[in-house]
């Protein structure tokens, strides 16, 4: 059975620094998401990785994949308030199967 | 490009009741997936569509179901609601397109059986 965890599942940081959530996976897939959730609103599509190696980044947020290894990394640069959210992490198999949520809180 | 549209936002239901769901793809998208969100057990797959087939399901009871029309929009029926059924229920649009494999959420539908 696939299982999608992350680490951590809370994380509380000081703006301007940096830090990374883990994503490891049980089982070989060729697609993993990381999705953004904000309290009570839906599911945001930040990245989308397809192959071992591939890194994506957009604003302070950059994703990585390697699938050798089944796990994926988001980083987060220089954290911003705006930055608060539940990250989640989701792997396709025969269906998409989400990790826990990672909460981030970015206090000034 | 209208996004994904689940309706109604809201409902309360009475326990032994019945409720159904429905979502609206993103124009194009022919796959249609159903989730579970709840603060004890996160993210659940139900099931998902495409092209008017249900190609995988979750572990859930019987007492949850789905289809698809012909026009992609695809309703979850759940019967005889149990308080625990009580949650944020998401349905996700792809297109699956070989450079495409995006899963857009809609806003969801908040369920609480009373």
């Known amino acids: 059975e696939l299982k999608v965890e992350q680490n951590p599942l809370f994380l509380s940081m000081q703006e301007g620094k940096n830090y990374t959530i883990y994503c490891n996976y049980s089982?070989?897939?060729?697609?993993l998401y990381w999705y953004r959730q904000d309290p009570g609103k839906s599911l945001e599509s930040l990245f989308v990785?397809?192959?071992?190696?591939a890194v994506k980044q957009e604003g302070r947020l950059m994703a990585s994949l390697d699938t050798k290894a089944r796990l994926s990394t988001l980083h987060i640069t220089a954290a911003v308030h705006d930055l608060s959210a539940t990250y989640f992490c989701?792997?396709?198999?025969?269906?998409?199967?989400f990790g826990a949520g990672t909460r981030l809180t970015v206090k000034p | 490009k209208a996004g994904v549209t689940q309706t109604p936002r809201y409902l309360i239901k009475t326990r032994g009741q019945q409720v159904t769901l429905s979502c609206s793809p993103i124009?194009?998208?022919?796959?249609v997936s159903w989730y579970q969100q709840t603060p004890g057990q996160g993210l659940q797959f139900l099931f998902e569509?495409?092209?008017?087939?249900?190609?995988n399901k979750g572990n859930f009871p019987g007492r949850f179901s789905g289809r698809q029309f012909s026009n992609s929009r695809s309703e979850m029926n759940v019967s005889t609601l149990e308080l625990g059924d009580s949650a944020l229920y998401l349905c996700?649009?792809?297109?699956?397109?070989?450079?495409?494999?995006?899963?857009?959420f809609g806003q969801g539908t908040r369920l609480t059986v009373v």
């Open positions: 996700a649009s792809s297109s699956y397109d070989r450079d495409s494999f995006e899963a857009f």
């Open positions: 089982t070989t897939s060729d697609r």
């Open positions: 990785l397809l192959s071992n190696g």
């Open positions: 989701a792997v396709k198999y025969n269906d998409m199967r």
């Open positions: 124009s194009g998208h022919r796959s």
């Open positions: 569509y495409f092209s008017e087939t249900q190609r």
